[in-house]
C-alpha cells in the first residue's frame, strides 16, 4: 500500500480542449479537499426483517481550496475571471502528478461558487474558493494518470 502525502497531491486547470487536455498545475493552493458524496433512496420493504435498506443514487462532488491573493498568478486570474464572468473551466484534481499511472482523481467541468478573501491582520491575504461540477459536454470522470 502507497501512502501519499497532500503536499504531493496536485489541482491541474485544463487549457485546452476536453479532447486535447493541456494541463496546467494551479500551484497557488493550499489545504485542498475533495468532498465526494452519494444521494441515498430508501428501498425498505417487509422483506428486510426490520432492517432499513438503501441504494445509492446521484453522486456529488465539490474541491475547496486557499489561493493566495495573487493578482498576476495565472491560475488565480483564471479562477478569478471564471467567477465574475460565470465561466466555467475544467480541473482534475489528483492525488500526484498527473503524468504519473498511479496517480489518481476526478476531472470535470467547474463552476466556481464561492470567492471570499480574507484579510487577517498578521497573514497574507487569502481567498477561499468552491467549486463544483456544472452542466458540460463531459460528465465527471474519476480518471489515473500517466503520459
Do not use: C, H
Not at 462532488?61 to 498576476?72: G, L, N, Y
Not at 470535470?108 to 491582520?121: C, K, M, Q, V
Request: glycine letters at 6%; hydrophobic letters at 40%.
Amino acid at each position: 500500500m502507497a501512502t501519499r502525502l497532500g503536499m504531493d497531491a496536485k489541482l491541474y486547470r485544463n487549457t485546452g480542449d476536453y479532447a486535447t487536455p493541456v494541463w496546467v498545475e494551479v500551484s497557488n493552493v493550499k489545504d485542498v479537499t475533495l468532498n465526494l458524496e452519494k444521494g441515498e433512496a430508501d428501498v425498505t420493504t417487509r422483506a428486510n426483517a426490520g432492517w432499513r435498506a438503501t441504494v445509492g443514487t446521484l453522486k456529488d462532488a465539490s474541491i475547496e481550496f486557499q489561493m493566495v491573493w495573487d493578482t498576476v498568478d495565472a491560475g488565480f486570474d483564471a479562477i478569478r475571471q471564471a467567477f465574475f464572468n460565470n465561466a466555467p473551466l475544467e480541473f482534475a484534481v489528483m492525488d500526484g502528478d498527473i503524468t504519473d499511472p498511479d496517480s489518481e482523481g476526478l476531472r470535470a467541468t467547474f463552476d466556481i461558487f464561492n470567492f471570499t478573501r480574507n484579510e487577517a491582520l498578521e497573514e497574507a491575504i487569502m481567498v477561499d474558493v468552491s467549486i463544483k461540477p456544472t452542466y458540460a459536454d463531459n460528465a465527471p470522470e474519476w480518471i489515473t494518470g500517466g503520459p
